[in-house]
């Protein structure tokens, strides 16, 4: 069995396929496709379309993606369509007036991009790329019209975007009606057997699983994926936002920045942007729900997971022993102790010309019992001025407060004035 190109049984296949997903048109049409497939050992058609509209990705694209790699991991074949036809025409889902029309130079700019890009989700020997162009533009005017026959207007004006835009007589462009119709048309001609998107794309993929039928094919299997909420907690991730983890973002930022997302989105992180197994996903749920262990402790697992797939396991343990490093220095921090100086020029401490006499002042906070003691610590590299090690007998620091470290565990955040 290990030997088989899809080793995995139908129902295992399922159970992976249906973490962190939304909807399934049908589940009982894509059991029968699965069983099919395992027994004769023919992967299945997985297509996922493209607008290469913003060619920057982060983790919320890679909802999708990540789908894409599970069913490219079951042994099936992942087909990514660049929409460079389409989307010179650009998707209208969303769109309250007619979008401007992409140049072919803008459009193969950014597909590059984005197809350098996603590979670093999808495995590369395991992925077919392919530009809608191919077939699109052999089209000729007969099949467009006979294409265009293969659907009514009143269909059409199903959707969303363009019967609110017909009910309140703001303009649609007759080109923005052949956007579905042409991304349909891409499951026709690669033999698509599921097709998967974002919930906004419900019309688009429904219209691929007609168009197929029509055309006396297996009409595909639509699978639907959610939006992924940003570190927010609350808006979708999103770029403007600032709420967003870049896919190529330094390891110890992406780190950081999925440790800064709400507690309640854990597990949702889990199912949707890694490659856990649902098995183990539902055993970190069970711990959170009934509080065997600290969420900062699954949340840290998390954030080395992510990272890991971008960077290597290797790039995001050093991120998780900086972050290890930063989160312990900052607790230390917040329950520091504070000393305020005595103000009073020429007094032990604070000299005539306003600089600081180091030795007088750690014997003041008491991390030395004498002058000659603070002079010997000093002397030793065992003094830090805000982090930094520091050697001489006088201070004169620009911010009103500074931190004192003396030794591996004495700290104190000192005050000019309070």
């Known amino acids: 069995m290990t030997n088989k190109l899809i080793n995995k049984e139908p129902e295992e296949q399922l159970k992976i396929i249906k973490k962190g997903l939304l909807e399934i048109i049908n589940e009982e049409e894509l059991l029968n496709k699965l069983k099919r497939s395992y027994e004769e050992q023919k992967p299945l058609v997985v297509k996922l379309g493209l607008d290469p509209s913003a060619p920057d990705i982060h983790l919320g694209h890679t909802v999708v993606l ?32 007619v979008r401007n029309q992409m140049t072919e130079e803008e459009v193969l700019i950014n597909a590059t991009t984005y ?63 052949f956007y579905p119709l042409m991304q349909a048309y891409d499951s026709v001609h690669i033999g698509a057997d599921i097709e998967l998107g974002g919930t906004e794309q419900t019309f688009n993929i429904l219209m691929g699983r007609a168009l197929q039928k029509d055309y006396g094919l297996e009409s595909q299997i639509a699978m639907f994926v959610p939006i992924l909420e940003g570190t927010d907690g609350v808006q979708k991730m999103s770029k403007s936002l600032g709420n967003y983890i870049g896919i190529d973002e330094d390891p110890d930022v992406m780190y950081r920045k999925v440790m800064t997302i709400p507690d309640n989105l854990i597990i949702r992180y889990f199912e949707l942007v890694t490659d856990i197994h649902p098995d183990e996903i539902e055993g970190y749920r069970s711990e959170l729900e009934y509080g065997e262990v600290n969420p900062r402790d699954i949340k840290m697992s998390l954030a080395c997971e992510i990272t890991s797939l971008y960077h290597g396991i290797d790039k995001a343990e050093k991120a998780e022993k900086h972050f290890e490093m930063m989160y312990q220095q900052k607790e230390v921090l917040d329950n520091i102790r504070e000393y305020v100086m005595n103000q009073i020029p020429g007094s032990q401490e604070l000299k005539e010309d306003g600089e600081i006499d180091l030795p007088a002042l750690i014997c003041n906070v008491a991390f030395a019992g004498s002058k000659s003691e603070a002079r010997r610590l000093i002397t030793q590299n065992a003094i830090k001025i805000d982090g930094e090690k520091f050697s001489g007998l006088t201070v004169n620091p620009k911010a009103e407060s500074f931190i004192l470290g003396v030794g591996k565990n004495k700290i104190v955040k000192v005050l000019r004035k309070k």
């Open 115 to 177: 197809a350098k890009q996603i590979m670093k989700v999808l495995d590369p020997e395991k992925t077919e790329i392919r530009f809608n162009s191919e077939w699109l533009k052999k089209l000729n005017f007969e099949d467009v019209i006979s294409l265009a026959g293969k659907v009514t207007v009143a269909r059409i004006l199903e959707r969303d975007d363009f019967s609110n835009r017909y009910k309140n007589q703001q303009a649609i462009g007759l080109h923005e009606f």
């Open 66 to 97: 990540r789908k894409m790699k599970q069913l490219q991991d079951l042994g099936h074949r992942v087909v990514i369509i660049i929409g460079d036809f389409t989307g010179r025409i650009g998707d209208p889902t969303g769109r309250s007036k």
